[in-house]
């Protein structure tokens, strides 16, 4: 026994929990790092994490990841929560020491990696985000903590995200349809993805890619969705020039950033996205 995780175990909670890729991307890591730590699915109800949550720590858990629909229900349940959780008010990575429940959110500062891996600048740029959910709420405002010049949420129902807009002047919030939706397309820097259209499984898509048309050619287009690998608005992007990439950058490195959590241990991220992509390319292209 020579790691803090050896002998312990590592889950995902979620309702639904099978299409979760988490336990592929953790025990690959784990696996490469050779801990004897196994990392499961564990099935979790909507509206049952406080329930659960007592439970936890008899079932050899040394922490969980959290999906849909816990990650807020989470936040007033845990006994310390880090600065990212408390801002995004959004927990999705828990870790267990000594019966203590300690909430992080490693989401934006995954994406934010994953977009230094791409050679994606944001410092002094405008960003244009479209969606303005879960995902949308932690890349807007650690894009925004980090540099981003102004961030432009472009959403069906900018009532619901207000509170979003509230942190930031730099953060504005208006429908599809404003004229301010494609004054900030023309001035922008980068353009984000952060709605499910085009997402395997949904059957909403973009209904065309007219917005496209609208950005500057040098600006890079972000699709949050890695199922399908490649989307058609990054298709559409590419064939107008644009550097287009999607979201698995930020699958791994949340994933990554969690087990550092579970382990209190940095880890050699080049080497963990080698192994996780080993494992991880043929699951999805399996649904391409
Ligand atoms: P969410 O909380 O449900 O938010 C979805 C957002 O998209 C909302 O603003 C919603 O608007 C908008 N939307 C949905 N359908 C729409 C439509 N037909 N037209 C226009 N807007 C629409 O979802 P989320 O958790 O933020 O996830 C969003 C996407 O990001 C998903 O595809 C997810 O897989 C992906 N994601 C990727 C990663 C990663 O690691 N790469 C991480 C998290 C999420 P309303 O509020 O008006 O419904």
């Known amino acids: 026994m020579n790691h803090v995780l ?6 995902v909670i979620g309702d639904p929990i099978e299409h ?59 006994d310390s929560l880090s600065d990212d959780a408390r801002m995004y008010r959004s927990v999705n990575t828990v870790v267990i020491r000594e019966g203590r429940f300690h909430g992080h959110n490693t989401d934006g500062e995954g994406f934010l990696r994953s977009l230094l891996d791409a050679g994606m600048e944001y410092r002094d740029r405008r960003v244009v985000v479209y969606g303005a959910g879960g995902a949308a709420r932690s890349v807007v405002l650690k894009l925004t903590a980090s540099g981003a010049q102004s961030v432009t949420v472009c959403c069906r129902t900018p009532g619901k995200a207000e509170e979003l807009a509230s942190h930031s002047p730099r953060i504005r919030l208006c429908s599809f349809t404003e004229k301010a939706c494609e004054a900030a397309l023309a001035e922008a820097g980068l353009f984000i993805n952060c709605t499910p259209l085009g997402m395997q499984g949904v059957s909403a898509q ?52 969690a087990l550092e959590q579970f382990s209190s241990r940095p880890l050699d991220a080049g080497l963990m996205k080698k192994a996780v992509m080993k494992r991880l390319l043929p699951v999805l292209k399996q649904g391409d």
């Open 206 to 257: 973009f209904e065309d890619f007219y917005f496209l048309d609208m950005l500057p050619p040098s600006a890079p287009v972000y699709d949050l969705i890695y199922r399908p690998l490649k989307t058609r608005l990054l298709e559409e992007a590419e064939k107008r020039g644009h550097v287009a990439v999607n979201g698995l950058g930020m699958l791994i490195h949340q994933a990554i950033l």
């Open 6 to 11: 050896d002998g312990k175990k590592l889950a």
């Open 20 to 78: 979760s890729l988490s336990p592929v991307i953790q025990q690959a890591m784990l696996d490469e790092l050779g801990i004897a730590c196994t990392y499961e699915r564990i099935l979790v109800g909507a509206g049952s994490v406080a329930a659960w949550l007592p439970i936890a720590p008899d079932l050899n858990l040394a922490g969980f990841n959290a999906t849909m629909p816990h990650k807020t229900d989470l936040v007033p349940l845990m």
